[in-house]
């Protein structure tokens, strides 16, 4: 009884020790060989600065792998799972994101960013976007809380009814973006652009703008933590 409870201690140590799970190495060749591979398991792959610009991606596992400084410009991602991917200065241009889950991803740094993406509905939990090229990107209903886009650029953004429950916003760039309909309850917008920017409607419970710039914002319906409802440019 002894040996087989030192034998079964040694087996499960040896599973503990088990690297995550690693992607399916035929989808990864079909990536390399195509620039395609929609629902593939491409999980803890390492695709730094591969060049798949228009690549179809959709519903594909890319969960914790590093596609750092990447071109995906116009790529189609929707549903994708890139949960704690590394996107660091990755080129999401016009990318196609719709319902993707982006929980954790590192976003950040990039010079072309991800202007003009459509990230419709896509799960940015505690997302890392800070000093990211966001013009023009599509949000709405997108999930961004405790989301870090400290100094982003998000001018001409939509973010329509987006949940950005406590972000970090501060210095971010936001003239002209609509944020109509958004959660900002707890968010910190210290020291933002938000210039012309429409945030009608909006929860803004508990949020910070300090030394934020709101010249010309449309406050129409939103409302504080008081329940105090600003109505004057309605």
Same mark, same amino acid.
């Given at each position: 009884?002894?040996?087989?409870?030192?034998? *079964?201690?040694?087996?499960l140590?040896?599973?503990l020790a088990? +690297?995550?799970?690693?992607?399916d190495?035929?989808? *990864?060749?079909?990536l !390399?060989?195509t620039?395609?591979?929609?629902?593939?398991?491409?999980?803890?792959a390492?695709?730094?600065?591969?060049e798949? +610009?228009?690549?179809?991606?959709?519903?594909?596992?890319?969960q914790?792998?590093?596609?750092w400084?990447?071109?995906l410009?116009?790529?189609?991602?929707?549903?994708?799972?890139?949960?704690?991917?590394?996107l660091?200065?990755?080129?999401?241009?016009?990318a !196609?994101?719709?319902?993707?889950n982006?929980? !954790?991803? !590192?976003l950040?740094?990039?010079?072309?960013?991800?202007?003009?993406?459509?990230?419709?509905?896509?799960?940015?939990?505690?997302?890392t976007?800070?000093?990211?090229?966001?013009?023009?990107?599509i949000?709405t209903?997108?999930?961004?809380?405790n989301?870090?886009l400290?100094g982003?650029?998000?001018?001409f953004?939509?973010?329509i009814n987006?949940?950005?429950?406590?972000?970090? *916003?501060?210095?971010?760039?936001? +003239?002209?973006?609509?944020?109509?309909?958004a959660?900002?309850?707890?968010?910190?917008?210290?020291?933002?652009?938000?210039?012309q920017?429409?945030?009608s409607?909006t929860n803004?419970?508990?949020?910070?703008?300090?030394?934020?710039?709101?010249?010309?914002?449309?406050?129409c319906?939103?409302?504080?933590?008081?329940?105090?409802?600003?109505n004057?440019d309605?």
């Amino acid at each position: 009884m002894k040996n087989r409870s030192i034998a *079964l201690v040694a087996l499960l140590g040896c599973a503990l020790a088990l +690297p995550a799970q690693a992607f399916d190495a035929a989808h *990864l060749q079909r990536l !390399k060989d195509t620039g395609s591979c929609a629902g593939c398991d491409l999980s803890n792959a390492e695709l730094d600065q591969i060049e798949l +610009p228009g690549a179809n991606l959709r519903n594909a596992n890319l969960q914790d792998t590093s596609i750092w400084g990447a071109n995906l410009a116009g790529a189609d991602l929707r549903g994708a799972t890139l949960v704690r991917t590394d996107l660091s200065r990755a080129i999401l241009t016009n990318a !196609k994101l719709a319902g993707a889950n982006l929980a !954790k991803a !590192k976003l950040g740094g990039g010079v072309q960013g991800a202007t003009g993406a459509d990230m419709t509905g896509a799960d940015l939990t505690a997302v890392t976007l800070s000093n990211a090229n966001m013009r023009w990107t599509i949000l709405t209903k997108a999930n961004l809380t405790n989301a870090n886009l400290e100094g982003a650029d998000l001018t001409f953004a939509k973010l329509i009814n987006a949940n950005l429950t406590g972000a970090a *916003l501060e210095s971010a760039g936001l +003239p002209s973006a609509d944020l109509s309909g958004a959660n900002l309850t707890n968010a910190n917008l210290a020291g933002a652009n938000l210039r012309q920017a429409n945030l009608s409607n909006t929860n803004i419970a508990g949020t910070t703008f300090e030394n934020a710039m709101t010249t010309d914002v449309k406050w129409c319906g939103a409302k504080d933590g008081n329940g105090v409802t600003y109505n004057d440019d309605c």
